[in-house]
């Protein structure tokens, strides 16, 4: 029995070092700013400002796992909460929607509360999120879809 407990305790070691190792030591990522995920880059979108601004916090509100906990149009700022799948830790997400030269740009930083880290789960969820926001943003028929209801948000304003 403990030449069993030896080795699951060995297999156990050597998986946790393999994806210790395998990610940055970050928990804490921003598109465009981070050095560890340079692919990270904000989303540029022709369009009008507010109805860019309400797709985006559509797609927040519907990504597994998270909770809304500000939308302003105003500032242009969508913040949620989101918990891992597994150990139920609490990351914090903000979006950011502004108006730029060269279109509406959507950046996002998501910051892990815990641990120095997050085995790219950070970075997992900015790929995700932007992912189904680029595809939102296309599915969308953009003239006229300001609308908060239309979108099935409320601003917290």
């Known amino acids: 029995m403990k030449k069993k407990t030896a080795i ?8 946790f070092l393999a994806l210790r190792f395998s990610f940055p030591v970050v928990n804490d990522v921003e598109t465009g700013k981070s ?14 400002y ?13 990504m597994p796992l998270w909770t809304l906990t500000n939308v302003q149009l105003s500032d ?8 891992t799948p597994t150990m139920g830790f609490v990351d914090d997400v903000w979006i950011r929607v502004e108006q730029t ?8 930083r998501s910051k892990s509360r815990v641990g ?14 932007l992912a189904r926001l680029q595809r939102s943003l296309k599915a969308q ?7 908060r209801q239309r979108v099935g948000v409320a601003d917290t304003e």
């Open 35 to 48: 050095e560890a995920y340079p692919e990270l880059k904000p989303v540029l979108w022709k369009g009008s």
């Open 116 to 129: 120095k880290s997050d085995f790219g789960a950070n970075a997992r969820r900015i790929q995700e999120y």
């Open 141 to 147: 028929d953009l003239v006229g879809a300001s609308s």
């Open 8 to 15: 699951a305790f060995t297999v156990v070691l050597v998986a």
């Open 50 to 62: 507010s109805a860019v601004f309400w797709v985006s916090a559509r797609t927040a509100k519907a």
């Open 101 to 108: 030269s060269q279109g509406i740009k959507v950046s996002m």
């Open 76 to 83: 242009g700022v969508i913040q949620a909460e989101a918990r």
